[in-house]
């Protein structure tokens, strides 16, 4: 079942929302197409020239408050059951809100929602309470009822692997309680397509209070779900990439109009005030939250509203409803606001010997594609967690943080991040494999990473960036033609990184010899020791006829490298903390509406 989650996480003082889409596989509804249409028919009122200069080439007009007196006319765009768009409220929510100020602030925001979204609502969208307790005894159960603790076990140990190989879970860590540190308990309402209403989630004892601007989000998913059913197939993507780009355009839109709405407020609307708690929910430290987790999830946030607001500004709503149909395929459409973007087909065959075997139950086939966004988080969170300066050696880890922190566009509600970077702004297409091998007393687990870039340069700089990356959980340089060893810290093993043309693959095992079992056309030799002889005395057998030519046969980055050394760039304070010293992540900073795809991160098992 697909749900559209609220979750409240508070740094500091300072409450965070957050909104996570669960789903369903698409074998468990059938019968609908991707390509089927969806009525998409607002209205046919008279149009005029938009009030919003810049934001479409005509709007659609609102009812007259003298109209809206007319009950309860669905048709009417700018009213909802006898509530204007331009009326006041006389309460406020200090001491909460009673069942009827609640349904009053209901129909209010409807009303405006229409206004700014040009469209009316089809029927109500009821907003219930549950308390904290029983929301946790019922409401996050079903799924996987069916499945053993073998396949659950399974699932579990797929998606470590995957979670490590962005370096963002630490081979001592397991995904699902990293994942539990940014989701855990912090649930404070959902939009249920299947039940067509939204549900708060308030703890015991405590008022009901919700921000109105976070109304409204919800109440544009509740829009959303009646023209284009939010239950389909289309709107969960089979692999983290996917539903992470699906989610750019079922959150971006949300969020635009919330921006939209946010100004009204500030301009000519009278809005009640957004709770001072942040509405309830669950908290907790912000040293407690994976970063590389809570910043992959938001991308869809950050980036999709610039994306749906480019759609709306290029062609009108009528665009959203187009791309609403046809949801976005990558991260990389949305964050570089490219419907048309090109993707590459991965030749992947897997070569495995020794006992490594992949997973073909979990993800599509057994890989999963992490994406751009998901890689360009992987790179920044290395400064951020580590200290690393990796998406640019020569500067500071304060600086390399920023890149991601102090995006050129601003968003109102919420902050915003930036997810592009020329390491990974060429991607084309990827697929992660992660393998097991269970052969012997001890168990092993891995994985091949074969990636797609759109140029051979592309490809180059991710390799380079990737290196860097090793070099700085590393005790020494990458030497080129070789395995690179990790002897410790968080992502010890040994790692193959080979390019050929647009194509870099990427192969770990817990010990060299493992990776050209994993991969034994990868061309690798095994890390000379210092008495001169390889480092497991195994021969590679390699039977790769590579091209890779002067780019691997030289390693551009030399084997004197200072790039990726683990050491902070001079002038940087290694002892200094990075939520001082980082704009975005102080004790004063405001994360507001963290937006999360909660079925991406326990996996999908197909």
């Known amino acids: 079942m697909r749900r559209v989650h609220t979750l409240s996480f508070v740094l500091a003082a300072i ?74 409220l006389a309460f406020d929510q200090d001491d909460g809100l009673t069942e009827a100020e609640l349904e009053a602030l209901t ?30 005894n019922g409401s996050m159960a079903g799924g996987g009822a069916d499945e053993t603790n073998e396949s659950v076990a399974a699932s579990q140990r797929w998606n470590d692997q995957v979670w490590e190989a962005l370096f ?22 959902f939009y249920s397509p299947a039940q067509d209403r939204i549900v708060l989630v308030v703890p015991e004892g405590e008022a009901v209070q919700i921000d109105p601007s976070t109304l409204a989000h919800e109440l544009v998913h509740g829009m959303q779900d009646q023209y284009h059913d939010l239950t389909r197939p289309r709107y969960v993507g089979v692999t ?40 309830g929910g669950g908290g907790g430290s912000a040293t407690e939250y994976n970063f ?37 395929g990558s991260t990389a459409e949305v964050i570089h606001e490219r419907p048309a973007y090109e993707t590459r087909a991965v030749e992947f065959e897997d070569t495995a010997t020794d006992g490594w075997e992949t997973y073909p139950n979990q993800g599509v086939d057994g890989a999963e594609t992490a994406g751009e966004a998901s890689m360009f988080v992987m790179f920044w969170y290395q400064s951020f967690e580590y200290g690393h300066a990796v998406l640019e050696p020569t500067q500071s880890r304060a600086a390399n943080v920023r890149i991601h922190t102090q995006p050129d566009a601003q968003l109102r509600t919420r902050a915003n991040y930036n997810y592009a970077h020329e390491a990974t702004a060429g991607w084309a297409g990827d ?45 020494g340089s990458h030497v080129a033609g070789e395995v690179y060893e990790i002897d410790d810290g968080d992502f010890p093993g040994a790692y193959g990184v080979r390019r050929e043309n647009t ?41 790769f006829d590579g091209t890779d030519g002067e780019t691997d046969a030289t390693d551009e980055r030399g084997s004197d490298s200072e790039s990726g050394d683990g050491e902070a760039p001079p002038g940087d304070s290694e002892g200094s903390d990075t939520a001082e010293e980082t704009p975005g992540f102080g004790v004063a900073a405001a994360l507001v509406a963290v937006i999360a795809t909660v079925v991406v991160f326990t996996r999908r098992r197909r």
């Open 292 to 328: 590389g987790i809570l910043q992959t999830v938001l991308q869809p946030y950050a980036e999709g509203a610039f994306y749906a607001e480019s759609l709306v500004e290029s062609e009108g709503w009528s665009a959203v409803n187009e791309t609403m149909t046809n949801p976005p």
């Open 168 to 189: 963002v879970v630490g081979e001592d860590a397991t995904a699902a309680e990293e994942i539990d540190t940014v989701f855990g308990g912090s649930v404070s309402g």
């Open 431 to 475: 697929e992660l494999y992660p393998y097991r091998n269970d052969d012997g007393d001890e168990t092993r687990d891995g994985y091949v990473w074969v990636t797609e870039w759109q140029t051979p340069a592309d490809a180059a700089a991710f390799r380079e960036t990737y290196l860097t990356m090793l070099e700085s959980h590393g005790d």
């Open 503 to 543: 194509t870099v693959t990427v192969a770990h095992a817990p010990e060299p010899a493992g990776v050209l079992e994993l991969r034994p056309g990868i061309d690798l030799d095994l890390p000379v020791t210092s008495d001169g002889a390889d480092g497991d005395g195994v021969d590679n057998g390699s039977e």
């Open 107 to 136: 129909h209010l925001t409807m009303a405006r929602v229409e206004h700014v979204r040009e469209r009316p609502f089809r029927a109500a969208v009821p907003v219930e309470t549950v308390t904290r307790s029983e929301f946790a």
């Open 15 to 88: 409450a965070l929302l957050a909104v996570g889409v669960g789903g369903v596989a698409a074998a468990d509804v059938g019968g609908v197409a991707a390509a089927d249409v969806d009525d998409i028919t607002a209205s046919a009122s008279p149009a005029l020239e938009s009030e919003t200069p810049g934001t479409s080439a005509t709007a659609v007009q609102s009812a007259t408050a003298a109209a809206c007196d007319t009950g309860d006319n669905t048709e009417l765009i700018g009213c909802w059951n006898g509530t204007h768009y331009e009326d006041e």
């Open 240 to 279: 983290q990439d996917s539903d992470l780009a699906v989610d750019g355009i079922v959150e971006g839109e949300a969020v635009h109009i919330e921006e939209r709405y946010a100004a009204r407020c500030a301009d000519n609307w009278t809005c009640i005030d957004a709770p001072s708690g942040g509405g």
